[in-house]
């Protein structure tokens, strides 16, 4: 089963950082990373994803409209089980 990451960042640049630094991880599915370019757009992807396996939340602190300490206890009511 792989592991599945949801990184949060307004920032397009990270997106390519992560696929480039666990490319081999991703490619032998060891990791699926999902990207969201808002806190509201990770919280919709948070309630929707219905995979049990999303164990990590990877999130920008400082963002336009919610930062990511305002999402935080957002998530964790959408999905408690998620650390």
């Known amino acids: 089963m792989s592991t599945y990451i949801l990184v949060v960042d307004d920032e397009p ?4 950082l ?3 630094q666990f490319r081999h ?7 699926v990373i999902e990207f969201a370019n808002s806190a509201p757009e990770a919280l919709e ?7 049990p396996s999303l164990i990590l939340m990877l999130s920008d602190i400082n ?8 999402m935080l206890p957002k998530v964790t009511a959408a999905r408690p089980n998620v650390p």
């Open 63 to 70: 963002m336009p409209g919610m930062s990511g300490l305002e």
């Open 13 to 16: 640049d990270v997106e390519h």
């Open 45 to 51: 992807r948070a309630k929707t994803i219905a995979d």
């Open 25 to 31: 991880d991703i490619h032998s599915e060891r990791f």
């Open 18 to 20: 992560f696929r480039q």
